[in-house]
């Protein structure tokens, strides 16, 4: 045998044995890829796992957090008409004795209710001299004012609560205005 020959003979080995891995490479480099695919997949379902986690845990804090909303606007009534009832009493009313128990009894009753309002988070919005705040107050009307700047709140018709951090109810207020006239430089 020449050595051409062994070379060819060589060579045709070479092919064969290549003809015969090359399936095999071709199945292996599917299998890696589609292991590829599926790390990718479990990746990104237990990154959608961890979000739903988190975005549940939130859910479920705001739930807790703000579950008595609906209730806590309801009493909001019930706080309105007690000092309502209050204002509504004459001072000669209120120095009578055999009243006297009436208003007190009125009294403590709103002090209480107060109370629960503040052990549940529910706060009276402060709104007499603040500057209007449209995420607090809803303005009513506009009042001329000499003493107070345009836009500062300068009556309250109803007072505005929030529970936490929201907005339970907005204060329902009159706000001030430049006089008419005042500030309007004309000349001739």
């Keep these: 045998m020449t050595d051409e020959n062994k070379m060819n003979e060589t060579d ?3 092919r064969a044995e290549t003809a015969a891995v090359a399936p095999e490479l071709a199945e292996h480099d599917a299998l890696k890829a589609e292991l590829e695919e599926t790390r990718n997949q479990v990746l990104y379902v237990q990154a959608e796992m ?4 988190r975005r549940t845990e939130r859910e ?22 007690l000092v309502r009832a209050l204002a509504a009493i ?6 009578d004795e055999k009243l006297k128990p009436l208003v007190t ?20 919005i402060e709104a007499i001299g603040q500057a209007l705040d449209p995420n607090k107050h809803q ?8 003493d107070a700047a345009p836009g500062t709140v300068i009556h309250e018709m109803q ?6 951090d929201r907005l339970l109810r907005p204060a329902m207020v009159g706000v001030a205005k430049a006089p008419e006239g005042v500030g309007i430089d004309i000349k001739a």
Aim: charge should be negative; aromatic fraction near 6%.
């Design 139 to 146: 303005a009513i009307m506009e009042m001329e004012s000499a």
């Design 90 to 95: 004459p001072s000669d009313l209120r120095a």
């Design 105 to 124: 009894g009125i009294e403590m009753t709103g002090k209480e209710l107060e109370t629960v309002f503040q052990r549940n988070g529910i706060t009276r």
């Design 50 to 53: 961890q979000n739903l986690r």
């Design 60 to 81: 479920m804090a705001d739930a807790k957090a703000y579950a008595t909303t609906g209730f806590a606007r309801d009493l909001l009534s019930v706080a309105d008409n």
């Design 12 to 14: 045709d080995t070479l």
């Design 159 to 164: 007072s505005g609560w929030m529970i936490k």
